[in-house]
């Protein structure tokens, strides 16, 4: 039999506001545990929350992005369990009525378009961050544990799929193109590992052309999209294993363990708790009339999706797109390079090659070096006309990212303009085979070896500069071929 | 209308212990009180919204600007058990 | 027969301005009431000696270099220890805040510090504010000044008896199911519970975040006007906080009721009042009629359901709110091997039985598969509730009623029977449902000398309209009974 996995994934991104979602408490702190606290995210008796405008913004901001309806009456719940990191053991959220709801993601797989519904996507807020101290470290062994409650009320927002997604690579690019939306509207920097973003997977498999959905499993703990997509492949072997070895699938919440690479079961989904969701008294209804939610939709930046379609029309291939979706700066230089007249496929590969691997080198984005389109443009007339070779443009491109000028002025100053004049090269051709006429009757005669044995023999006489295209082009004429 | 209570899951929901003997007290006490309260149960509501809230307002905020945190030493002066600048608290024996 | 701490505010504030005492004298006075009257009645839990001498010098000194504060500038006053008061023990009553110093002012509590007012110290309430006659404290009852042997009502019990003895010259109570004005009828004082949203509630330990409500406990009408006055008005801290304009609350005290549409509340007149509170209301209503007020009866059906719909609604958000009080950060913790056990034995030690029965209740009503018969359709009465009350203020200006149905009970005879004490509340949890405001004002004594208090309640932001005519109710009464107190020495204190 064959089997097809069924996921669905929930994500939590921090909100990079300036203070929490409920307090004036600063989102941004440093290391030193409880120092970012006051009495309304500690929970103190009497303390009661009120609601960061901008952090309203923002969630509205990735609805209106996932493509949802961004609903006019919405409410915030108290969902009510107790974990010590939880201040009020209750976590403010939302619940049925939700700020924005059924949108919809769509990932492209190798040119395979899979659209991926969003359930919803809501408001809450952060827990503190419990540290388990003992012997292993691990919460089963722990002796005790340390409580930090600067990151208690950190805006959180909660974005859930449809069960939609089929397979670990999909997870995998709807968690990336995610990522890139969230950062594109400059709501979070959304890093998986330091957790402000975060991905839960529920996974269930069913054989192949079933639409029942089996038992699924919640896999926790992901601190990268590659261990996103190892714990999802994981747990969808596992569950296959379990099931073709004849046992049944239990719903339980399991945690992914980077090292070994395997899920663990944490708990049982039966004692899991029931979490008692009430209207929170202490906040007021949300109203998200018709001209906040235009408001919000006309202030959304380009999106990847837009900027890929973009940068394809401007001639960039598949995965030069993608590279240049996520390179910071890269696509407007692109774009900009190619509107002026660049050759785009030439641009595409000087970007994400020798442009990427100096910018990852030093560190920096491309923005701050001194690479402006027109160099580009240059760079790629200086090759197209022949008068630099693939190797030299990209020795002229890494100089200009140094800031050693214009391609021109480089090119000249270390000498590597290739001689292109065929009547210039055609002088040392001639000057050559006289030189070697043996060879050039082995040439004639139809030994194809000789051919690079001339060329090179040209190439030597020149300098290196002239274009070798144009000497074997005339040491075939010549032979006759 | 008597109300049937597990009077030991609502205690563990609610994170208090009790004896037995208190379980038999509140679990006969509560079910006297919701025996009575079910009487909202009698009442014709359909097609009536609930009400959780008096007030008829909406959209209370408050601008994103850090007003300032409590001095470390005046939060961990109210903890039971505080080390290293964190709370500290026994083992925990399940993981949120 | 009086002293100084007998006086009204505003008779006060006027001996402080002509130089007749001081602050600090006024203040001695009061603490001198205390310490004769506090043996008998328990009204406060802390008294604040150093920090009420120093506000009271410090207001004095201000007054002599010409600042001054307004009503409360130099005023004596005391706060239910549920209201957070910054480095002042603030315990709800609780085994589970003994010691707990709050790090923070409430709203309500900075309003006061900033008017001048002098903060005596913190008075006794059932625990975390849940009951009907301050029994529920973990620190031993408040006695009622007028019966030794009876309750002061609750939760606000010791403020109630704080303002009747003149250990304090007004006190500030919570309200979420009649907790202030219940305990005001029993004390023979005013007690007023302003429109939910008028004061804000930042730094009220919260008991039911939908109803709680803090107001003013005043020995007169006017009093109670200027202390609520002193703390109403948004706040940026309070969500739910009112963000209109603050009513004229003491613009209409003088008005009288002539011309004024005045209901009764037909089913808070009805079987269970008890004879001599109905008699008594009945005759108030009778010359409220006389003084030229237009009186008719009015229905509120859905106030038989009321009480039920309370009993799972204030249990439901409390289970909530007193979820965080559990030894991790602050507050009692009793020790366990995990956390989880720690949890469990630290609120078992840290909460009453009618602390724990509460928040059992409501974890209950909340649990799948119960919360639409019971938290959901209750909160289909409030609605309810809500709608006879708008109907009724298009025809009428504002509502009377009982405040109690009995008058004082003997301390002990309702702790074991929780329906039989949830009954107190009966006239009063309506407007907590609909959130209106509403007033208790002492009209006279039964027969065993207890007082019998008048509500009445106005529709939302009415405060004026409210005022007014417990103005005029207090007038008409001319209710100036004391209670007796202990001894000739207090008379004279
Ligand atoms: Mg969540
Ligand atoms: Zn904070």
Redesign the interface.
């Given at each position: 039999m064959t089997w097809e996995a069924v996921i669905g994934l929930e994500t939590h991104v921090e909100l990079q506001t300036a203070s929490k979602m409920f307090c004036g408490c600063p989102v941004d702190f440093g290391d030193e545990p409880n120092t970012a606290v006051c009495p309304v995210c500690l929970g103190l008796p009497g303390a009661l929350p009120v609601p960061n405008e901008q952090a309203i913004e923002g969630i509205l901001s990735i609805g209106a992005a996932l493509n949802c309806t961004l609903t006019e009456s919405s409410l915030f719940y108290r969902k009510n369990y107790f974990y010590p990191d939880l201040p009020k053991n209750y976590q403010i959220s939302q619940y049925t009525f939700p700020l924005c709801l059924g949108g919809h993601l769509d990932v492209d797989i190798d040119g395979t378009v899979t659209r991926i519904g969003i359930t919803r996507v809501h408001m809450e807020e952060d827990t503190g961050k419990s540290t388990h101290v003992g012997r292993s470290g691990r919460i089963q062994s722990a002796d005790h544990t340390l409580l930090d409650f600067n990151r208690s009320g950190v805006p959180l927002v909660e974005i859930v799929t449809e069960p939609d997604i089929r397979s670990a690579d999909e997870a995998r690019v709807y968690g990336t193109e995610l990522q890139r939306i969230v950062r594109a509207l400059g709501v979070s920097d959304a890093r998986l590992e330091e957790g402000s973003m975060r991905f839960d997977s529920n996974v269930s498999i069913r054989p192949s052309g079933s639409t029942e959905l089996g038992t699924r499993t919640e896999v926790k703990n992901v601190n990268s999209l590659r261990s996103l997509h190892r714990a999802i492949t994981f747990e969808i072997e596992r569950q296959i294993e379990v099931v073709e070895s004849g046992g049944t699938v239990d719903q339980e919440t399991r945690h992914w363990n980077e090292d070994l690479g395997t899920t663990t079961s944490m708990r049982n989904k039966e004692e899991s708790e029931d979490y008692r969701y009430f209207q929170e008294p202490d906040l007021l209804p949300l109203h998200i009339d018709v001209s906040w939610q235009e408001r919000v939709r006309a202030a959304l930046p380009v999106l990847p999706a837009e900027l890929r379609n973009r940068y394809r029309q401007a001639g960039a291939d598949a995965r030069t797109a993608e590279i240049l979706v996520d390179g910071e700066g890269l696509g407007p230089l692109f774009e900009e390079a190619a509107v002026l007249g660049a050759d785009p496929r030439a641009v595409g590969i000087w970007l994400t090659g020798e442009v990427i691997s100096f910018t990852r080198t030093a560190e920096t984005a491309v923005t701050t070096t001194p690479l402006t389109a027109a160099h580009l443009v240059e760079l790629s007339e200086m090759t197209a006309d022949g008068r630099l070779s693939a190797t030299a443009a990209k020795e002229v491109l890494t100089a200009v990212l140094e800031g050693e000028g214009a391609p021109g002025e480089i090119a000249d100053a270390r000498d590597l303009i290739q001689v292109s004049d065929v009547g210039a090269i055609e002088t040392e051709v001639d000057a050559v085979i006289a030189e070697h006429l043996d060879a050039f009757e082995k040439l004639r005669a139809g030994d194809p070896k000789t051919l690079g044995f001339l060329t090179g023999q040209v190439m030597r006489a020149t300098g290196g500069k002239a274009d070798p295209r144009v000497v074997q082009e005339l040491l075939r004429r010549k032979a006759g071929g | 209308m008597p109300v049937e209570i597990d009077i030991a899951k609502v205690a563990k929901l609610a994170r208090i212990a009790l004896t037995d003997e208190e379980q038999e007290t509140y679990g006969r006490q509560l079910a006297d009180i919701l025996e009575h309260a079910a009487r909202v149960q009698a009442l014709a509501t359909d097609g009536v919204k609930p009400t959780s809230h008096p007030l008829t307002m909406v959209n209370a905020f408050r601008p994103d600007e850090v007003t300032g945190s409590l001095p470390r030493d005046e939060v961990l002066a109210m903890a039971p058990d505080a080390v290293d600048g964190y709370f500290r608290v026994p083992k925990i024996l399940d993981e949120q | 027969m009086t002293g100084l701490s007998d006086l009204s505010i505003e008779a006060a504030g006027t001996g402080l301005r002509d130089g007749s005492f001081t602050s600090v004298e006024l203040l001695a006075a009061v603490v001198r009431r205390a310490a004769i009257t506090e043996a008998h009645h328990h009204a406060y839990l802390t008294i604040d000696r150093d920090g009420a001498r120093l506000a009271a010098e410090r207001a004095d000194g201000e007054l002599a270099d010409g600042t001054d504060r307004g009503h409360l500038h130099g005023i004596p006053i005391a706060l239910k220890d549920?209201?957070?008061t910054k480095g002042l023990e603030?315990t709800?009553s609780s085994q589970m805040?003994a010691g707990?110093?709050?790090?923070?002012d409430?709203t309500a509590v900075a309003r006061l510090r900033a008017a001048g007012a002098v903060i005596v110290g913190k008075t006794n309430l059932d625990e975390f504010a849940m009951g009907s006659s301050t029994e529920n404290s973990a620190y031993g009852p408040t006695r009622n000044p007028w019966d030794t042997d009876t309750v002061p009502g609750g939760s606000s019990g010791g403020s109630a008896a704080a303002v009747a003895v003149g250990s304090a010259l007004g006190a500030y109570g919570s309200d979420t199911g009649g907790s202030i004005r219940q305990p005001a009828a029993l004390s023979g004082v005013v007690g007023v519970k302003p429109t939910?949203?008028l004061v804000s509630?930042?730094?009220?330990?919260?008991f039911?975040?939908?109803l709680d409500q803090i107001g003013p406990i005043a020995r007169s009408v006017g009093d109670a006007a200027v202390l609520l006055e002193a703390v109403a008005g948004w706040d940026?801290?309070?969500?739910?906080?009112?963000?209109g304009d603050v009513p004229a609350i003491s613009e209409g005290l003088a008005d009288g009721v002539d011309g004024v549409r005045i209901g009764v509340v037909t089913e808070l007149m009805a079987e269970g009042i008890h004879d001599e509170v109905r008699s008594g209301t009945q005759e108030m209503i009778e010359q409220l009629s006389a003084a030229g007020a237009v009186v008719t009866e009015v229905s509120l059906p859905?106030t038989e359901?009321a009480l039920?719909?309370y009993?799972?609604i204030a249990p439901?958000?409390c289970?909530?709110n007193l979820?965080?009080?559990?030894?991790?950060?602050?507050?009692?913790?009793v020790?366990?091997?995990?956390?989880?056990?720690?949890?469990?034995?630290s609120?078992?030690a840290g909460?009453g039985p009618e602390v724990?029965?509460r928040?059992?209740?409501g974890?209950?009503?909340?649990?799948?598969g119960y919360?639409d018969?019971?938290?959901?359709?209750?909160?289909?009465?409030?609605?309810?509730m809500?709608q006879d009350f708008e109907a009724a203020y298009k025809d009428v200006d504002v509502l009377v009623s009982p405040t109690s149905p009995t008058t004082a009970f003997p301390i002990g005879e309702r702790t074991d029977d929780?329906?039989a004490m949830?009954y107190a509340d009966v006239c009063t949890i309506p407007c907590n449902?609909?959130?209106?405001p509403a007033m208790s004002v002492p009209i006279s004594l039964d027969t065993a000398g207890l007082p019998i208090g008048f509500q009445v309640m106005a529709p939302?932001l009415g405060e004026e309209m409210m005022f007014r005519v417990g103005a005029a109710v207090e007038r008409i009464a001319d209710f100036d009974a004391r209670p007796a107190l202990a001894s000739d020495e207090v008379v004279s204190a």
């Open positions: - | - | 549920n209201m957070c603030t709800a805040l707990y110093e709050p790090p923070y409430g939910y949203g509630r930042y730094g009220l330990i919260a039911a975040s939908s940026i801290h309070d969500a739910t906080s009112y963000r859905a359901f039920s719909a009993y799972l439901a958000e289970s909530a979820a965080r009080f559990d030894g991790v950060r602050y507050g009692l913790r020790d366990g091997d995990t956390t989880e056990e720690m949890m469990q034995r609120r078992a909460f724990t029965r928040i059992l209740l974890t209950y009503a909340l649990s799948a919360y018969a019971f938290y959901g359709q209750a909160q289909k009465v409030r609605t309810l809500r929780p329906l949830y449902l609909s959130g209106d939302a």
